[in-house]
């Protein structure tokens, strides 16, 4: 038996999967978002590390098989600033958080976003790392002082349970990332962080390896020498465990994010700023990667709004038709703004075309459409040209898969099993190891989603959204 672990932004998730890849059991532990002051996210790194132990052990509770690999991912970017021995010197900043808005709009005034860009083809947002520590090293420098690693999620897990300091490429990649490989000198020093390069931790390719320790086997269960695998981060392992690895075929995973990724083999850096160039740990294979703010967060808060819930979205779906009676919507309701297919700090949301005759039914399916078409508008930013494969916890939805498909003008192939990144972690922790794996069985999509009459509707919705997007735009900055 394999486990995969996925340590997401408000749930931690242990996943046991047979050799043939089936799915045999999951278990589930939420995680607490704080919120110390408007704008700010954090979380408290020893809390997220107990959840690892947590859904672990759970999970061995109800499977007893001995287990041969523990392969870890998690949410990408944010700060994590742990010593020595992967403790925290202060809590975990998200990636949704906002504090360092001022310092991206600094960068993309003076130069700087456009200069990363063209050194390794990402964008800079309020939650990567370069921006956090910049903010960190101007209002919080003891903390980066106290610090060894300015880390990402995943690999404080795997120096919990190891010991091993290191990061994988895809991690790496953002925002300090070589296309090379390793950490940029350009990137550093155009960001004014090369006196912290020392907080970075060794790239290790194609994954970080080692095995439990005794503490790590205490915490989880598993015994003590276990494999410990520890990569690619959420975004490149579902696009893993999806089976997207031809360029020009991508994937769209509708969860708290709208994570809209394409692979590629090269790195694009060719015309406006927008979006990221991901690393996979194997040469000439990138992923082109929008990860919009918006996605289910947007969902559940204006079902919170209406008094619904989630059991209610197919019977509000129904009960409005396509465009919504009129009521169309910019999802940009994150508090850090936009990051893909553009980077704006200040983006907010949009209602237009609201009246006193419109009801719950026509603002939730406004909002749904809303996310369906900032779907679109990344993955054509990201060159999607071939088939498209979707996971997420919104894909759960057919009403709203239905939308997507419409939007798209497009099959969705549904990947197989609920847990697409912990699944493409697996994978890729067994080739990490050397060990055979059939990857095109483990990642077949499970079922086909054709979009329907609707879509030349959508199609002209679609153009009505880049109109309403490109006259509030010049707004944000004003407010």
């Known amino acids: 038996m394999y486990v995969g672990v996925d340590v997401g932004t408000s749930v931690t998730k242990a996943v046991a999967f047979a050799e043939s890849g089936e799915q045999l059991d999951c278990e589930v532990v939420d995680t607490r978002l704080s919120h110390p002051s ?55 900043v998200s990636w949704m958080d906002g504090r360092a808005a001022g310092t991206i709009r600094e960068w993309t005034d003076s130069g700087v976003a456009d200069a990363v860009f063209q050194a390794n083809g990402n964008t800079l947002f309020p939650g990567c790392a370069a921006a956090l520590l910049a903010h960190l090293d101007a209002h919080e420098p003891a903390a980066l002082d106290r610090a060894t690693t300015a880390a990402y999620c995943k690999d404080v897990v795997f120096q919990r349970l190891t010991g091993v300091r290191a990061t994988d490429a895809s991690d790496a ?7 090379a490989g390793g950490y940029s000198e350009a990137v550093l020093k155009a960001t004014g962080l090369t006196h912290r390069a020392d907080l970075l931790a060794p790239v290790r390719t194609p994954l970080p390896v080692g095995e439990l320790h005794a503490a790590g086997a205490a915490a989880t269960g598993l015994p003590v020498g276990t494999p410990v695998t520890s990569g690619p981060f959420d975004l490149p392992a579902c696009a893993r465990g999806a089976g997207v690895v031809h360029p020009g075929d991508g994937m769209l995973i509708i969860g708290t994010t709208l994570a809209c990724q394409v692979a590629s083999s090269t790195v694009d ?23 919009a703010m918006v996605g289910t967060a947007s969902v559940d808060w204006v079902l ?25 919507v ?45 779907a679109r508008h990344c993955l054509e930013a990201a060159g999607l040209s071939g088939a498209l494969a979707v996971s997420g916890g919104g894909a759960r939805s057919d009403a709203w898969l239905r939308v997507f498909a419409d939007v798209l003008r497009r099959p969705l192939h549904i990947a197989q099993g609920t847990q697409v990144g912990a699944r493409g972690a697996v994978v890729a922790g067994l080739a ?7 990857e095109a069985g483990w990642t077949g999509s499970a079922r086909v989603v054709e979009p329907g009459a609707a879509a030349d509707h959508y ?6 959204y880049l109109d309403q997007l490109a006259a509030a735009r010049p707004l944000w900055g004003a407010a």
Not at 67 to 86: F, K, M, P, R
Not at 173 to 179: A, I, K, R, T, Y
Not at 304 to 328: F, H, I, M, Q
Not at 432 to 438: K, M, S, T
Request: hydrophobic share 40%; charged share 25%; aromatic share 6%.
């Open 304 to 328: 919170r709004l209406t008094k619904s819930t989630v059991d209610d979205l197919p019977r509000l779906l129904a009960a409005a038709p396509p465009g919504a009676r009129g009521v169309s």
């Open 38 to 92: 408007p704008g700010l996210v954090e979380q408290d790194t020893d809390e997220v590390v107990d959840s690892v132990g947590a859904v672990i052990r759970g999970l061995l509770d109800r499977v007893r098989e001995p287990v041969e690999l523990l392969a870890l991912t998690g949410q990408g970017d944010g700060l994590w600033l742990v010593d020595d021995q992967g403790r925290p010197v202060r809590p975990a």
């Open 269 to 291: 850096t060719s015309g406006a700023p927008a979006g990221m160039n991901l690393a996979t740990g194997t040469p000439g294979r990138f992923l082109r990667a929008m990860p």
């Open 432 to 438: 990490a190891l050397g060990r055979p794996v059939d």
């Open 173 to 179: 990649s953002l925002p300090f990332g070589d296309p």
């Open 459 to 464: 199609e002209r919705g679609y153009q009505r």
């Open 330 to 374: 910019l999802p940009y309701f994150a508090p850090s703004g936009e990051r893909a297919p553009f980077v704006d700090p200040f983006a907010r949301g949009q209602f237009s075309g609201l009246t006193l005759q419109h009801d719950a039914a026509d603002v939730v399916r406004a909002v749904c459409e809303g996310i369906a078409y900032a």
